[in-house]
């Protein structure tokens, strides 16, 4: 039976790896599958989806006003029976979005596999992220470390001197050495001022957009 997963986590936990060794199971077995991520990442150029350690496939892009079942029914009506649809990048989804995906599940019968972070540089959901978590079938935390030892499960975005930004717009395009993954307790050190993170010796390049 079809599911809608969700697989969340900080940054540099190796979602897009996680996500592109899906497809390629997939694919070894002959299924075919349609990797979709948001228009506006963009790093490796125009339809392309990789991770830090150099692993990539064509993915199609979507934007923001797109209707994923739609996009999913065209797919199989060009190209003939979809096995799964996997989606990067989900927490930049919409409400609506995550229900069309829903819909992929329910109505096409086809799995969704959406990897996405949990929460933002202020500790909060991002929107595809809340009614992922509220409505997948599955949900699943890849796990990374904080510097501290400990396990990250929130994400800072921080200025050139490793100082805590408290504001600014959820999504910051670029910066992508701006954003390290800490701890519950190293966010609140370092959100009330108290901590301070050394960019050169915790931020290690980002495998993904951030938004924070």
Not at 138 to 156: D, F, P, Q, W, Y
Not at 190 to 198: A, L
Request: glycine fraction near 8%.
């Amino acid at each position: 039976m079809a599911k809608l997963y969700f697989y969340f986590s900080t940054m540099n936990a190796g979602k897009t790896t996680t996500l592109l060794q899906s497809a390629y199971n997939y694919h070894e077995r002959g299924m075919r599958t349609l990797i979709l991520i948001p228009a506006l990442d963009d790093r490796y150029g125009e339809g392309v989806v990789a991770s830090r350690i150099g692993l990539k496939a064509h993915a199609r892009r979507f934007a923001a006003d797109a209707d994923l079942l739609q996009i999913v029914r065209e797919n199989v009506a060009e190209c003939g029976p979809l096995h799964c649809v996997l989606v990067d990048e989900a927490q930049f989804l919409n409400r609506a979005q995550v229900w069309q995906l829903s819909d992929v599940v329910d109505v096409l019968g086809i799995p969704v596999l959406a990897y996405g972070l949990r929460t933002d540089f202020r500790g909060e959901l991002f929107e595809g992220s809340q009614h992922l978590l509220a409505w997948a079938d599955n949900l699943e935390e890849i796990k990374t470390i904080c510097h501290s030892g400990r396990k990250a499960n929130m994400v800072v975005r921080v200025d050139e001197q490793g100082r805590a930004v408290r504001d600014g717009p959820q999504v910051e395009i670029g910066g992508n050495d701006r954003y390290v993954s800490v701890s519950r307790g190293e966010f609140k050190k370092i959100m009330s001022g108290d901590g301070q993170v050394e960019l050169q010796q915790s931020v290690l390049p980002l495998d993904e957009r951030t938004q924070g």
